[in-house]
């Protein structure tokens, strides 16, 4: 199946925004610039990559802003993460492969939750991938049966509109899933746009997201993932962790990013898989779990809002 979005997704989704600043409606100006009804905010077109895009950034108006924090945090249990967690790689196998030729930076793991809740609630979840990138996200969603999809990014090609993570000009409860593919590690505040999530988000919402442990310097990064981060990071806004695994192993992700050539991370791959070898002799699946809770190239979570919305 191909991309199945029209311009008429990307209307309907245009009509659904309000003011990144203080919520309020906007009206579409005669000059095509969406403004808001009650502060100085517009969000004029700009040009990405030879394409036009609204730009709800607000570059030209600086604002601050005060954040709740509940002390205080409770780590997660080490055994209890590794008896009851990193189910979603080896669930993934289970599923039939999509059947279409689609590039996605999405995980299995990450592609098994989001197929068992097309299968669970049906195409109508209305869906926010947070820092799209080129798009690929939104082309798999759309690919296993998703219509509601919009892909918003800080400057991207694949991006319906530009936004600033930490203000969504989203209203309250819009979304029903939340996907962020590698892309926390380069928020400046985390708690803040987990905020802002939550806010935009549904009761009922599910979060989908992975961000880098490894690779420091990267594009502007600045606070890199553990599985307490994600799990602080989720509480504090509501979410109850469903799920936790690794991305790519610390091996390839040491060695991509030390020593630039490709052939390193192919290199790494196999090291990867040498030493959880090593570590599965040992002691099983817990012991390579225990391995990947050390160290990881990254870090991935499955959450929802209540308890009772956990899927398996
Ligand atoms: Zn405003």
């Not at 209203?171 to 939550?198: C, K, Q, R």
């Not at 991305?247 to 490709?262: E, K, M, Q, R, Y």
Request: net charge neutral.
């Amino acid at each position: 199946m191909v991309e199945t979005r029209s311009g008429s997704v990307l209307d309907h989704w245009l009509t659904q925004l309000v003011c990144p600043l203080d919520h309020a409606p906007l009206t579409r100006a005669a000059d095509g610039t969406w403004q808001c009804t009650s502060c100085a905010f517009t969000a004029p077109l700009v040009t990405v990559n030879d394409r036009q895009v609204y730009d709800f950034r607000a570059l030209n108006i600086p604002q601050t802003v005060q954040l709740e924090f509940c002390i205080p945090v409770q780590p997660l249990d080490r055994y209890e993460v590794v008896r009851t967690m990193f189910r979603a790689p080896a669930e993934a196998t289970k599923q039939p492969p999509v059947n279409v030729a689609i590039k996605t930076k999405l995980d299995p793991g990450s592609q098994h939750y989001l197929r068992t809740l097309y299968e669970q609630h049906g195409p109508n979840l209305r869906i926010l991938d947070l820092g799209c990138g080129s798009g690929d996200n939104r082309k798999f969603l759309n690919a296993i049966g998703f219509t509601n999809v919009i892909g918003v990014d800080w400057s991207a090609k694949g991006a319906d509109i530009l936004v600033d993570a930490h203000r969504l000009p989203f209203a309250a409860g819009t979304f029903d899933v939340v996907v962020s593919t590698a892309v926390f590690e380069h928020l400046y505040n985390p708690f803040l746009a987990m905020h802002n999530i939550a806010r935009v988000s549904t009761p009922r919402a599910w979060f989908v997201g992975g961000a880098s442990f490894w690779e420091a310097w990267h594009g502007s990064s600045y606070f890199h993932f553990t599985p307490d981060g994600w799990q602080t990071l989720l509480n504090q806004n509501g979410y109850q962790l469903q799920d936790l695994w690794t991305g790519w192993g610390v091996i390839p992700a040491a060695l991509a990013h030390v020593f630039t050539p490709g052939h390193f991370r192919k290199f790494g791959y196999g090291l990867q898989r040498l030493v959880e070898g090593v570590f599965r002799l040992w002691g099983g699946d817990a012991g390579v779990r225990k391995l990947q809770l050390r160290a990881s190239g990254a870090y991935i979570v499955f959450a929802a809002r209540t308890q009772s919305n956990g899927v398996t």
